[in-house]
């Protein structure tokens, strides 16, 4: 049984700074694209950004140039590293795995407000 756990999240104030880790439990992870969405309240699930097992990376639009998506395959870990946070990136984070099954981990919560 695949498991993902997140953490990192929390509250912060527009223009600061969080790093999600996303741990999954199980092997040969370093050949599964992982990634994360985003669901704000109210609002569907939309993806964030992912990487491939060899690395190649992908982000939507609205965090281009703000998030950093990267992974530890040592660890079984993929972090997104999110700088200068603005009230629309507040939402609940999902980490995901592709192994071609998608698992889910549970969401943390990120609140952008001052």
């Given amino acids: 049984q695949v498991q993902l756990v997140e953490s990192g999240g929390g509250l912060v104030q527009p223009g600061g700074s969080l790093r999600l880790s996303c741990a999954a439990s199980g092997s040969m992870f370093r050949i599964y694209t992982m ?20 690395g190649a990376t992908n982000y939507a639009d609205s965090v281009k140039g703000r998030f950093t998506i990267s992974r530890d395959n040592a660890k079984n870990t993929v972090y997104l590293q999110m700088n200068s946070l603005k009230p629309e ?26």
């Fill in 89 to 114: 990136d507040t939402g609940v984070y999902y980490c995901y795995v592709d192994r071609p099954m998608r698992y889910w981990g549970q969401g943390t919560q990120v609140t952008v407000s001052s």
């Fill in 35 to 54: 990634g994360w969405y985003r669901q704000a309240p109210g609002k569907q699930r939309d993806l964030v950004a992912a990487i491939s097992g060899p």
